[in-house]
């Protein structure tokens, strides 16, 4: 897989750097990925794919779960390997063997990925319509997608990271969300990581509070 240069994403990637919102601070990052083998892909992608035909192997046993179906057929396999070289590609220096096909869950459509950008990123999208300028954020982030990976063809995966040692994780966030935006006509793969930190810090606690209730309704619709 190779990184892709993509102006539109970089524009967005200036505003959300370290966006300061007075008691909190919201930090994303977009990322592009072609999706053709480079370097250690391949052995990588055979390795990722024999475990997971070992997994439907096992799973064949009548004491064993069944088999995530993702790892059903070869075409989803597929998918799942590219979702992980892309990870990989992310951070090169952590193992992602581990990461399982249940962390990752698929969004049926653009207005449900559309309901939590709105939901949490609402005070950062009042800050660019004030100091930005004439189409709103999320407008800006679907053109800029569109541009790269064509949102109409495209697959739209959340990643919930299994480890505290996972890159992914982000410490002391008070939420945090990664997406992953895959074309497979294209071949290519869009990564968007953003997470909101309190700026409001006491003897090193955090004084801001978790996720808000409303969480779980938010995920109650999405495909896991």
């Known amino acids: 897989m190779k990184f892709l240069e993509c102006p539109s994403l970089d524009r967005l990637n200036d505003f959300f750097g370290d966006l ?17 083998h480079a370097g250690t892909d391949k052995k990588l992608s055979i390795s990722l794919e024999n475990e997971m035909l070992e997994l439907i192997e096992k799973s064949s046993d009548p004491d064993s779960p069944p088999p995530d179906d993702m790892l059903l057929t070869r075409s989803s396999r597929r998918t799942l390997v590219y979702l992980i070289l892309t990870l990989y590609h992310m951070y090169p220096d952590y193992d ?21 950008f709105d939901t949490y990123m609402f005070e950062a999208s009042k800050e660019w319509d004030e100091t930005v300028g004439d189409v709103s954020l999320v407008d800006t982030l679907y053109m800029a997608l569109d541009e790269v990976v064509k949102l109409g063809d495209c697959e739209i995966y959340g990643y919930v990271p299994d480890s505290e040692a996972d890159p992914l994780v982000e410490k002391g966030a ?47 619709d999405m495909d896991i």
Do not use: P
């Not at 497979?184 to 409001?200: A, E, G, H, I, M």
């Open 20 to 36: 300061n919102l007075g008691e909190r601070t919201i930090r994303g990052c977009l990322e592009a990925y072609t999706c053709k």
């Open 96 to 116: 992602f063997s581990a990461v399982k096909a249940h962390q990752f869950f698929t969004e049926e459509s653009w207005d449900n990925f559309k309901l939590i």
């Open 174 to 220: 008070i939420w945090s969300f990664n997406f992953l935006f895959y074309n497979r006509k294209l071949k290519r793969v869009v990564t968007f990581r953003f997470s909101c930190f309190s700026n409001l810090v006491a003897d090193g606690f955090l004084m801001d509070g978790v996720l808000n209730e409303g969480d779980d309704e938010i995920f109650a």
